[in-house]
T-cell receptor, first 115, second 113 residues
């Protein structure tokens, strides 16, 4: 099994550009989520999904959109990139929709720079 | 709502000495608690988890953590640090029915030769 796959690994954008970070898992997990990691701030939850067609906001959703049309895929869209969105982004999934008792499986991350 | 405090942003220990990484949480309900580890330029990996069974939980690589409800703490320890333990460690509380994992700000562990 590949686990959680994120693409691309690195991306440089100009302010105002749009892009989509891809996340796919092959474990039939119900729960998927996106985090951003910034120095001294830990991981902050952007959006999450508890199943196909169901998404909700996390701690820092502004500037990001998500959708979940299939169980496997959970893309993160930046509609108009800003320098404040420079960060490392992680996708994570879990077997069941409730976070309690279930560990998260993480992708290897996407390093995004917005100039 | 859950919240978590990792009391030290950086910890330095000498190789072979004990490690203590502190975590306090606040919750109205009995939590599940996780520690994750992130080695440099890597993704995150589960170290151990507490889910209301034994209060002393053993994880990978010789780490363990003790759940203390009276102190609302879940500190991570290891008797003897190894150079390969140098990483960032995150404490994560959850509660039944929650859909949000809220991470602590992390503790960066440095191991000195």
């Amino acid at each position: 099994n590949a686990g959680v796959t994120q693409t691309p690994k690195f991306q440089v954008l100009k302010t105002g550009q749009s892009m989509t970070l891809q996340c796919a898992q092959d474990m039939n997990h119900e729960y998927m989520s996106w985090y951003r990691q910034d120095p001294g701030m830990g991981l902050r939850l952007i959006h999450y999904s508890v199943g196909a067609g169901i998404t909700d906001q996390g701690e820092v959703p502004n500037g990001y959109n998500v959708s979940r049309s299939t169980t496997e895929d959970f893309p993160l869209r930046l509609l108009s990139a800003a320098p404040s969105q420079t960060s490392v982004y992680f996708c994570a999934s879990s077997r069941y929709r409730s976070a309690a008792n279930e560990k998260l499986f993480f992708g290897s991350g996407t390093q995004l720079s917005v100039l | 709502a859950q919240s978590v405090t990792q009391l030290d942003s950086h910890v330095s220990v000498s190789e072979g000495t004990p490690v203590l990484l502190r975590c306090n949480y606040s919750s109205s309900y009995s939590p599940s608690l996780f520690w994750y580890v992130q080695h440099p330029n890597k993704g995150l990996q589960l170290l151990l988890k507490y889910t209301s069974a034994a209060t002393l939980v053993k994880g990978i690589n010789g780490f363990e953590a003790e759940f203390k409800k009276s102190e609302t703490s879940f500190h991570l320890t290891k008797p003897s640090a190894h150079m390969s333990d140098a990483a960032e460690y995150f404490c994560v509380p959850t509660t039944s029915g929650t859909y949000k994992y809220i991470f602590g700000t992390g503790t960066r562990l440095k191991v000195l030769a």
